[in-house]
Every structure is written in structure tokens, then in C-alpha cells.
């Protein structure tokens, strides 16, 4: 079955750790998205990339930080910088930037202990 | 800037009854519009869309109309199930090709 994978479904970090989010997708798509969700808002977005060694800033990418060596794989690093990181991680995918359709993974959810 | 703004939840229905959730956008150019559903615990799932005006996205018994006199993609459902009880999310494509969202309305469908 083609999707979206993110693991861990849940994660715990203490203060002034830095943890790594993974997203794995075999749907052959070039672009791929981090976003956050907060209870009772939008989606955020942290950072996307259009195609393999390329990424750009989103709304929200101060104390994050991405990689995209390949094609299918879109890990989101969150840093010690990011003063507020508890949250539900989620990622996308799309066949490119300017499709129409985005497809989500199941999320993860980070708390800061 | 772009932004989407929807009803504030929760909804509290009872099973068969009908369904609208209220979304209106603020955009420069003809956006395509979009409702996602996250269910308990999951990511995101497409639901529908609507890529110019007056056009109609439908899926699972759920309905949107673009109108872009009133700038409103309103979801609607004529008779609603438990199964339907989740957080439902309107968003649009600005020109940049980024999904601006909504805040998303939480439905609760009572037996």
C-alpha cells in the first residue's frame, strides 16, 4: 500500500534535547511538508521541500531544522531552540509543489517533559 | 495576507440530522478550496475540493458550493452518522501553492 509513515506515534523529550521526527513516503511524490498542530488551530507550516536537497522555510521554522537526501524520506529535527515544542507533529506529501491534493501521515506526538 | 476562517466548534449533532459548517476565505486571485477531516488520533484526509467558482466538490454524502460572491465553501450533509464525528478543516491555495488553514471545527455525533 502506498502512503505515509511517521514514527514514533508518540514522543518524549526533556528540556534541551533535540529529537528527530521521521517521514517516509513511497508515494513517488517530490514534495514533502512538516506541519504543527496546536489544539484549536490551523495547521502550521514548518518547513517543505520541492525536490530531493532542496527545502524552504515555512511560517514557523525558527528551532527546527529539516534534510531531504532522499526522495522519500523527510526528517524533522526539532532543537533545543524551539521554545515551545510540545505539539502534534504532522507530514505531507503532494506529487508537486503546485498539486492540489496534499496526503497526511498519522502524526506524532512530541511532549516536552 | 490569504486566511480562511471557519465556525467554532464543537458542533453536537444527533444521528440524521442535517450538517453545515461555515467557512468564508480572504484571498487575492481565484484560489482552489479544500475540506479536510482528521479523525480521532490520524492525520489529515482529503474530503473534498473545489477548484473555481461554482463548482461543487462532493464525497461520502458531504457537499461544498465555491461561491466566490459571498467567499464561502460551505460543507453540508444531509443526514449525518456517528461515523462522521471528527474535526473537519477548510483551507485554500494561495498563489504561492501553500494551504492556508482554517482553525477547524471538532463534530460530535450523538446516537
Known amino acids: 500500500d502506498g502512503g505515509i509513515t511517521q514514527s514514533p506515534k508518540y514522543l518524549f523529550r526533556k528540556e534541551g534535547q533535540n529529537v528527530t521526527l521521521s517521514c517516509e513516503q513511497n508515494?513517488?511524490?517530490?514534495?514533502m511538508y512538516w506541519y504543527r498542530q496546536d489544539p484549536g488551530q490551523g495547521l502550521r507550516l514548518i518547513y517543505y521541500?520541492?525536490?530531493?536537497?532542496?527545502?524552504q522555510k515555512g511560517d514557523i521554522a525558527e528551532g527546527y531544522s529539516v534534510s531531504r537526501e532522499k526522495k522519500e524520506s523527510f526528517p524533522l529535527t526539532v532543537t533545543s531552540a524551539q521554545k515551545n515544542p510540545t505539539a502534534f507533529y504532522l507530514c505531507?506529501?503532494?506529487?508537486?509543489?503546485?498539486?492540489?491534493?496534499?496526503?497526511f501521515g498519522p502524526g506524532t506526538r512530541l511532549t516536552v517533559l | 495576507g490569504d486566511s480562511v476562517t471557519q465556525m467554532e466548534g464543537p458542533v453536537t449533532l444527533s444521528e440524521e440530522a442535517f450538517l453545515t459548517i461555515n467557512c468564508t476565505y480572504t484571498?487575492?486571485?481565484?484560489?482552489?478550496l479544500f475540506w479536510y477531516v482528521q479523525y480521532p488520533g490520524e492525520g489529515l484526509q482529503l474530503l473534498l475540493k473545489?477548484?473555481?467558482a461554482d463548482d461543487k466538490g462532493s464525497n461520502k454524502g458531504f457537499e461544498a458550493t465555491y461561491r466566490k460572491e459571498t467567499t464561502s465553501f460551505h460543507l453540508e450533509k444531509g443526514s449525518v452518522q456517528v461515523s462522521d464525528s471528527a474535526v473537519y478543516f477548510c483551507?485554500?491555495?494561495?498563489?504561492?501553492?501553500?494551504?492556508?488553514w482554517g482553525a477547524g471545527t471538532k463534530l460530535i455525533i450523538k446516537p
Open positions: 508515494l513517488n511524490h517530490d514534495a
Open positions: 521541500s520541492q525536490i530531493v536537497n532542496d527545502f
Open positions: 505531507a506529501s503532494s506529487i508537486s509543489r503546485g498539486s492540489n491534493e496534499q496526503f
Open positions: 484571498a487575492t486571485g481565484y484560489p482552489s
Open positions: 483551507a485554500l491555495t494561495d498563489s504561492n501553492y501553500q494551504l492556508i
Open positions: 473545489a477548484t473555481k
